[in-house]
């Protein structure tokens, strides 16, 4: 029995990571903010994967979508590993909260600390990672206005929009995927 447990959770990730890389793919299609920040729906599914699978399984969904992503990337994957540290810490902090408290309060409350520490992993990982190997020689108050003028906000409203949708479709869906 717990092999096919195993591979029903498998068969589960895997089909949320290949929606969640087609939505991905899809964020080409809508301009870019300040160049490079893509208005896209992938973590959706991660999301949603989070809550009806668990943490890890949303995490797992973030990850795979990435890597995918990074044969088709003109970031050298960077892009694909800020996605995945900021959405990701997003995805798992909504899970293990959601986890606990399997309520619509619950969900709410879940996502509105994952959309926060979303923003501050968006912060930090841009600051001192994501924008010095992006832009090495830049000075350091432009590296900081970049992200506290338009890293931060941006992803602030992403994380509320993706949080909003998932409020809708989340029980619905999670009849389907259970």
């Known amino acids: 029995m717990r092999n096919k447990t195993n591979v029903n959770f498998i068969v589960k990730v895997g ?5 969640a890389f087609v939505l991905q793919m899809l964020g080409r299609l809508f301009p870019h903010v300040g160049g490079f920040l893509e208005i896209e729906f992938s973590d959706l599914p991660a999301l949603i994967g989070a809550f009806a699978l668990g943490p890890m399984a949303g995490v797992l969904i973030e990850l795979i979508k990435n890597i995918l992503h990074c044969f088709f990337t003109t970031t050298g994957c960077i892009g694909e590993l800020a996605n ?10 909504a899970g293990l909260l959601y986890k606990r408290n399997k309520s619509r309060k619950g969900a ?40 506290l003028s338009l890293i931060t906000p941006f992803n602030f409203v992403k994380g509320v929009v993706i949080s909003f949708v998932t409020f809708f479709i989340y029980k619905p869906l999670s009849r389907c995927i259970k």
């Open 15 to 19: 089909m949320l990571s290949a929606v």
């Open 84 to 93: 995945f540290l900021v959405n990701g810490s997003m995805v798992l902090v």
């Open 108 to 147: 709410l409350i879940s996502m509105l600390a994952g959309v926060a520490v979303m923003v501050i992993s968006a912060f930090f990982s841009n600051f001192l990672l994501l924008i010095p190997l992006y832009m090495p020689t830049a000075p350091l108050q432009a590296k900081l206005d970049i992200v």
